[in-house]
């Protein structure tokens, strides 16, 4: 379900939306709805980004990673005491952007998850 919601923005800004919206192949609704998610989602994880790539929007450690990426590190290292310790030592991450990294997949496993299988689709596929 959808909610429909009236934003007052002034003109140099709507401007900017526009075009930036276009630029993307994007309706000015998409790009206002995707703003508006990603920033609640920055305001819930502040240490997370969201980047362009190859294979679409994404969710990132600022400075870091992917998400994806910390989370399968992570898997590969489920047999350690201290995954967390064990990657933070192992990578140069600092312990808290591994745990920002954590909490973010945490609250949307969908999203990582999907991320994992299409790297481990195109792995497969690359080695194939």
Known sequence: MSVNVSVRLDDHLADQLRLRARAAGESLSDRLRRYAEE????????????????????AGLVGGP??????????????????????AEESGLARFQVEAATRYRDAYPDEVIARIELHRQETAAAAG
């Open 66 to 87: 992917d998400i994806w990426e910390v989370a399968l590190w992570l898997e590969d290292l489920a047999n350690e005491a201290d995954a967390i310790a064990t990657l």
């Open 39 to 58: 920033g609640t989602r920055r305001d819930e994880h502040p240490l997370i980004t969201f980047r362009d790539g190859p294979t679409g929007r994404r």
